[in-house]
């Protein structure tokens, strides 16, 4: 089955420009193109399309989005293999939102009691904050580290002030500006600015228990190149780079750091 690009363009909500658009920087190209110029999407062109879509919902911009297409492709896990990666992305992402809208509820709830009858109400009873807890990747530190690798990261995140929560993770978020900005501007991941930033943050890993890293007698060299190539093949992880090639340079640099 083929669709005409106003077809498609209407079912997606967006414009035929905007598909024009995808075919030039090679993001979806259209199946076929008739004699009269029309464009025709077949079912794999659709599918293409779809996961452009998912991808830009997770923030990525364009050029992120064919980066991360290519490394998906070049990885041969069939369209229903990465369309099944990106549907238990979503289904994460729409367990922790529903609960997110669930505890905001809670808390208008609340307030509107509490207004009606002027008694206050215990908030944390009310589960306000269910859906903004970090313990969401907790199933997966657990089965890629172990329990008691959570265990000890969790206690000390817990153990931290809000102030000292929030300067962490302003240092996190400069640290990832820092290493998209190197890769922006085209640095060689052995140049000294390159290397500065691995050191960087290898010494930003050795800062949380429980990890290999922090504790001294694991495998540190395993551990930050198992963590180099995840950046890579995990969209999560890419897009805190600037797309698949800014995580490439983070993980060729932080290659070279421990070797």
């Known amino acids: 089955m083929e669709y005409s690009i106003q077809d498609v363009a209407r079912a997606v909500g967006t414009t035929s ?8 920087i090679g ?10 110029g029309y464009r025709y999407y077949d079912n794999s062109a659709l599918v293409r399309l779809q996961r452009v879509l998912l991808l830009r919902q997770l923030g990525l911009g364009l050029d992120a989005i064919g980066d991360v297409l290519r490394a998906q492709d070049e990885q ?10 990106h549907l238990e992305v979503l289904r994460r992402e729409h367990v922790r939102i529903s609960d997110q809208i669930g505890a905001v509820e ?3 709830a609340a307030l509107e009691r509490a207004a009606m009858d002027g008694t206050e109400r215990d908030l944390m009873e009310e589960k306000v904050f269910e859906g903004f807890d970090h313990t969401r990747h907790r199933d997966e530190v657990e089965e890629r580290w172990g329990k008691d690798a959570y265990a000890r990261s969790d206690a000390w995140w817990r153990g931290l002030g809000p102030e000292e929560r929030r300067e962490w993770q302003e240092s996190v ?4 500006s820092d290493w998209a900005a190197a890769a922006e501007r085209g640095e060689d991941p052995s ?3 390159a290397q500065a930033l691995a050191a960087r943050h290898v010494e930003w890993l050795r800062s949380v228990p429980g990890t290999p890293a922090h504790d001294g007698g694991g495998d540190l060299r395993g551990y930050v190149l198992g963590l180099a190539e995840m950046y890579v093949t995990d969209e999560r992880f890419a897009a805190n780079y600037g797309g698949t090639t800014g995580a490439a340079f983070v993980r060729d640099a932080l290659r070279l750091h421990v070797r």
């Not at 993001?27 to 009269?36: E, K, Q, T």
């Not at 978020?173 to 990832?176: A, N, P, T």
């Open 17 to 24: 420009r905007t598909l024009r658009h995808y075919d030039s």
């Open 27 to 36: 993001l979806v190209s259209p199946s076929r193109v008739g004699h009269n």
């Open 76 to 85: 041969s896990a069939g369209e229903v293999g990465i369309l099944s990666d």
């Open 106 to 108: 809670r808390t208008i």
């Open 173 to 176: 978020s400069r640290l990832s």
């Open 191 to 193: 140049s000294p600015a």
